[in-house]
């Protein structure tokens, strides 16, 4: 029997460790045989802060686990397969039949970006290929690079990197883009951003980094190679939630509602950082959730126990 369970390893689960253990909860962090999060693509943090120079994202993720090892952590590195939060004590189940139970649970299960799952992709991860650009952006001031996208999130991105780029091009399957009409017309008045129409990348070129896209055209199939230095994915997110179908309230796109602060639609189950989150996806905003699930956790455990 755990006062707090902790499903996830990233950021947000690691703080919240932090957190729990500093406030004498040893809580179990099932951090999932993937561990660390999304910082783990990172090839360098540097909008983190506290680090100067930046920091590589498995180094940033290894220090936040230490630490709450520190106080007293304790870690399983299984993924957590189902759960039952209709009774307490909550029971978390995972993949090898390990069976916890728990008297508060909070979920930081994060999300995984949807990618392309072309040649070039995950070996060029990290060496110009990005599905964050506010966070990898400051790495191509002054030069080329690809948003793949059409929606919003695609837009917004395209938007901010023009600020630091020198040019941006913008590939879209269709030939009119999903996006709000306010961002679509930013975007096409801004001098620095093009379209590339009715077209999927097919192949990332490069060796040690990116050096360009193979684009079919889906009306002509028609190939072409356009020289690029940095390719940056914007076709959503997939928050890691299914196993809380039917458990928790999701919304339509699967993250998990917040009835009040961190507490979901389940009185002693919180939610930190991307599960639930699918507006800043931040490295930092996800420690921040973190911090204060822990708290709002901790705070109803000695509610419970007058």
Known sequence: MRDILI??????????????ARANRAPLVLEGVAAGGQPM??????????????IRGPELVGAMRRQAER??????????????FSLRPF???TGSGQRFEARSVIVAAGASPKMLGVPG????????VSTCATCDGFFFRKRTVVVVGGGDTALEDALYLAEIAQAVTVVHRRDELRASKILANRAARHPKISFV??????????????????????????????????????????????IFAGQLDLTEAG??????????????????????DGTYRQTVTAAGFGAMAAIDADRWLREQRP
């Open 255 to 276: 993250y998990i509602r917040l009835r009040e602060r961190s507490m979901t639609s389940v009185a002693g189950v919180f939610a930190a950082g991307d599960a639930h």
């Open 121 to 128: 992709e995950s070996r060029l991860l990290g060496l110009g």
């Open 41 to 54: 693509l990172a090839h360098l943090v540097e909008n983190y802060p506290g680090f100067a120079d930046g």
């Open 197 to 242: 129409w009715d077209s999927v990348v097919e192949e990332i070129l490069g060796g040690d980094r990116v050096t360009g896209l193979r684009l079919v055209n889906l009306k002509t199939s028609q190939r072409t190679e356009r020289p690029t230095d940095g390719v940056f994915l914007a076709i959503g997110h997939s928050p890691n939630t299914r």
């Open 71 to 84: 106080f007293g952590t304790e870690f399983v590195s299984e993924d957590a397969t189902s759960v039952d």
């Open 7 to 20: 499903i996830g390893g990233g950021p947000a689960g690691l703080t919240a460790a932090i957190y729990s």
């Open 91 to 93: 029971t978390v189940t």
